[in-house]
């Protein structure tokens, strides 16, 4: 079951839940064995023999649990530990589950000792989870709940800091539907001044922009890649081509980034590079001369890059680029995860 955005908690009949920055997963335990499936009907045992284990040990037989798989690090949740695990070589990911042990977090459930509960309403499959999982252990947890909107309100404040990417409105009444846009995700919105360092040409030609890549100053004055925005209507992508022509003159002489357009497999951070995600997509780019910057509005950071594609707003030609650093973006409280976790159990 999917969810939606929106900019504010609804009000209503809703259970509230943080909403966990890791990989979804379905976890089925059968009566011998754990099968660990993404979103998109991969299977994750592999990248995950420490949690494979765990699961196996833990949950009853014959149930059907919905969650996330998270990465637990001293300031919170590590998206980029999670992504080291989609690894081809078995050695590798064993040696990363033993330094970067993964979590699982529960936030609904489909089956129970081999029958469906996915027609109970949400307000009764949360009460059956929370009985299944009463007595718990880390690194398998249960997940926050609140019906209260003004706690929803502190945790969409507070859980920012240990990592977490806002949160989850369900509404009471509704069965488990898969496929179906039927929760509400609320996100932190923020906007920042960017350069326009380059751009990626679209998959149906090259007289479209896909998307624009965007850059920040850091403390010493150098321009570092924080990410993409891509949210253009079709017109405008091909109105970008013809916009950006002129900044594309001589652009690569002087280019911050002009060393990155072979950039190996490894550079995670370059624009120009591969990564497990990329699936061998081309990701070449067009460098430009270091003039323009944009609005954006973006959710939040995973290290010093956008966890996320931005949103264009609109273009800021009141704006020079020196302008655009990080010292815009507003720092995050840290708060503990592991206060976070306690919040399930003080919600009960």
Known sequence: MLAKLADTLPTGSYLFEPKWDGFR???FRSASDVFIQSRDLRPLDRYFPDLHDTLLARLPAG???????VIAAAHGLDFDALQLRLHPAASRVAKLAEETPASFVAFDVLALDGRSVMSAAQTERRALLEQQFAEVEPPV????????????????????????????AKPADIPYQPGKRLLIKIKH???????????????????TVGSLLLGLYDDRGVLQHVGVTSSFTMAMRKQLAIDLAPLRNNAVQDHPWRDWASAGEDSTRMPGAQSRWSAGKNLSWEPLRIERVCEVK?????????????VFLRWRPDKSPGDCRYDQLEVTTPYELEKVFGAARLQR
């Open 63 to 69: 149930c059907v649990i919905d969650g996330e798989i």
């Open 298 to 310: 973006y959710d939040h950071l995973q290290g010093d890059r956008f966890r996320h594609a931005a």
């Open 141 to 168: 947890y249960l997940t926050p709940m609140t019906r209260e909107t003004s706690v929803a309100s502190q945790w969409l404040q507070r859980f920012e800091g240990a990592g977490l990417d806002g949160v989850i």
């Open 25 to 27: 997963a379905i976890v």
């Open 189 to 207: 919105a923020r906007t920042v001044d960017c350069v326009v360092a380059g751009f990626r040409w679209h998959k149906s030609g090259s007289d």
